[in-house]
């Protein structure tokens, strides 16, 4: 089902969150169509469990052969791996960090990314989109090396990919946080380990701070809205340590448990049997 983030005559934004769920197989994430003026763009697509049902779930609201751009934040699997399936049923061009420009066919069939491949440079863009556009702003690190995020000047709505992400139901994910404090259970372990370093948070949250926005969107759970939900989360990850941050010599060890095919988990190394003593069959005379 559509949940509708903005709309005016002629400009939609819509979040699709229940296509694949927190369900312990696979990490529930969002889907995004944004409309102006006719003209289309999927931002982060996702992969073949989301496919059907997004295509399904978004005709009544846009004809997907009809999709201008394919948006991806970073060439993860639930961002783009089904971007064979979208390419052979739309002609839809993938917006991608130019980083990734050559991984990105390995999603498809031979040829299917030939001249239909708008490769970002690392300083971002502003994408025409009917006749707004889109700002294509640089993310790099949080957390693939070649990120973007997506600014909607219309709505307002800054789209940012895993920055943050929070690991809840495709229901929860539906209702916008606007209190940032008891959201965060739901996001620090993840920010903790997927963003790279502090810095880069830093940087970020300097360069976001120039933007007017009333909504964080990201790629998985619930988005972040109002100006002190927004401000709490920017001085959240001014402070957070994170990625290499939290790496020492212990996390650079060789590994010794073995991987128990049963259970498919890590198993402590099986004790060395203890030496026996042998038997003496001399007597003492």
Not at 67 to 87: C, E, F, R, T, V
Not at 189 to 202: E, G, P, Q, T
Not at 246 to 261: K, V
Request: hydrophobic share 45%; charged share 20%; glycine share 6%.
């Amino acid at each position: 089902m559509a949940v509708e983030l903005y709309r005016d005559p002629q400009h939609v934004c819509l979040m699709f969150t229940d296509l694949v769920e927190e369900d312990g197989q696979a990490v529930q994430s969002n889907q995004f169509l944004v409309i102006d003026h006719g003209v289309g763009a999927l931002i982060d697509p996702g992969g073949n469990l989301a496919f059907h049902g997004l295509f399904a779930s978004m005709a009544p609201h846009f004809p997907p052969p009809r999709l201008s751009y394919l948006l991806a934040s970073h060439a993860d699997p639930d961002i783009i791996a089904s971007l064979d399936q979208w390419l052979t049923s739309t002609r839809a061009m993938l917006v991608i960090s130019r980083i990734w420009e050559r991984f990105a066919p390995h999603f498809t069939k031979v040829g299917q990314t030939q001249d239909r491949i708008i490769a970002v440079p690392d300083e971002g863009a502003r994408l025409p989109l009917g006749r707004s556009t889109l700002w294509l702003v640089p993310a790099h690190f949080l957390h693939a090396e070649g990120n973007f995020h997506f600014y909607d000047p219309v709505s307002r709505i800054l789209f940012t990919g895993d920055l943050g992400a929070s690991m809840v139901s495709g229901t929860q994910a539906s209702q916008p946080v606007r209190e940032l404090a008891p959201h965060l259970p739901h996001m620090e372990a993840f920010h903790r380990r997927y963003m790279v370093s502090n810095k880069i948070l830093r940087l970020w949250t300097a360069m976001a701070r120039q933007l007017d926005v009333d909504m964080l969107v990201p790629q998985h759970g619930a988005p972040i809205q109002g100006a002190q939900a927004i401000a709490d989360f920017y001085a959240w990850l001014d402070g957070l340590a994170c990625g290499i941050d939290l790496m020492d010599a212990s996390a650079y060890q060789l590994p010794r448990d073995r991987i128990d095919l049963t259970t498919r988990r890590t198993m402590p190394p099986t004790p060395a049997p203890a030496p026996s003593l042998a038997r003496s069959d001399q007597t003492t005379p």
